[in-house]
């Protein structure tokens, strides 16, 4: 079946830029039935859609984050990527990758998810 | 940031019939998602479409959507149903594209 595993540094400090990947296996993310997305959860704001990369290079993001955001996708190794600049103590949250579906059905709802990876903004 | 209105908690006792509601202004006109999150875990789609269940999802898990509100119903509530609860939208006429509830803990006494 498929999973989805998040990688990166678990301890940033603040003003960097906070990078982290996804890699997908059991399935291919050249697929059009699904959005490659990524979510955080504070504990103070719950969960929060980073935003998404479709198979085509399609990007969306939250508009709250999106000038600190870049999503990225490398088909050839069958993941995806988060980068986060300016970080804050605000950031500090664990991050999530997860797949959602494309379809008429269920539409972007989240059926897999990583099991997440806590990243903490402190110098 | 924009955020679908839960109650931060519901009771319920073993057995009985367990209602969390999510609200927002015609949230009858979307199609809400709903996730099951315990402790130190990801979350897990609960229903999709305000009412359809993901394979493996027990039927004790229903959902209706309409008006203002749309409610997940867990109908003999189980010790193991104990957990957070969230509902989610994605509406491509808000600025915020994809939404979250706050969350409901459900406590089963």
């Known amino acids: 079946q498929v999973q989805l595993q998040e990688s990166g540094p678990g301890l940033v400090k603040p003003s960097q830029t906070l990078s982290l990947t996804c890699t997908v296996s059991g399935g291919s993310i050249n697929s059009d039935s699904y959005y490659w997305s990524w979510i955080r959860q504070t504990a103070g704001k719950g969960l929060e859609w980073i935003g998404r990369?479709?198979?085509?290079?399609?990007?969306n993001y939250n508009p709250s984050l999106e000038s600190r955001v870049t999503i990225s996708q490398d088909t050839s190794k069958n993941r995806f990527s988060l980068k986060l600049r300016s970080l804050t103590a605000a950031d500090t949250a664990v991050y999530y990758c997860?797949?959602?579906?494309?379809?008429?059905?269920?539409?972007?709802?989240?059926?897999?998810w990583g099991q997440g990876t806590m990243v903490t903004v402190s110098s | 940031s924009y955020v679908l209105t839960q109650p931060p908690s519901v009771s319920v006792a073993p057995g009985q019939t367990a209602r969390i509601t999510c609200g927002e202004d015609n949230i009858g006109s979307k199609s809400v998602h709903w996730y099951q999150q315990k402790p130190g875990q990801a979350p897990v789609l609960l229903l999709y479409?305000?009412?359809d269940r993901p394979s493996g999802i027990p039927e004790r898990f229903s959902g209706s959507n309409s008006g203002n509100t749309a409610t997940l119903t867990i109908t003999r509530v189980a010790v193991g149903d104990e957990a957070d609860y969230y509902c989610?939208?994605?509406?491509?006429?808000?600025?915020?594209?994809?939404?979250f509830g706050g969350g409901t803990k459900l406590t089963v006494l």
């Open positions: 997860a797949r959602a579906l494309a379809g008429s059905y269920g539409y972007y709802a989240f059926d897999i």
């Open positions: 990369i479709y198979f085509s290079g399609s990007i």
């Open positions: 479409d305000d009412s």
């Open positions: 989610q939208v994605w509406d491509t006429s808000n600025d915020h594209p994809c939404v």
